[in-house]
């Protein structure tokens, strides 16, 4: 079942155990070989982008890169 939403990659500094999964809103969570962690998640709205962002500033874990995908094109006036 796919959550409608707004979907984001999220990079962070150290491998996060993937414990953390449900409390960051069940972001997929894969470890890379660098030595870094990407989270795969999908928020309501961008409240709940801040809210993840929110919980992960908490856990004291670097951000290094948040990319959206999959955002519908914008209606620019």
Do not use: K
Not at 67 to 75: G, K, N, S, T, Y
């Amino acid at each position: 079942m796919t959550m409608p939403g707004e979907r984001y990659e999220v990079r962070v500094a150290g491998h996060l155990d993937p414990c953390w999964s449900a409390w960051l809103g069940d972001a997929a969570v894969g470890h890379d070989a660098d030595g870094t962690t990407t989270l795969r998640v999908t928020v309501a709205d961008q409240a709940g982008l801040h809210g993840l962002l929110g919980r992960l500033r908490d856990l004291g874990v670097p951000l290094l890169a948040l990319q959206a995908l999959d955002l519908p094109p914008r209606d620019d006036p």
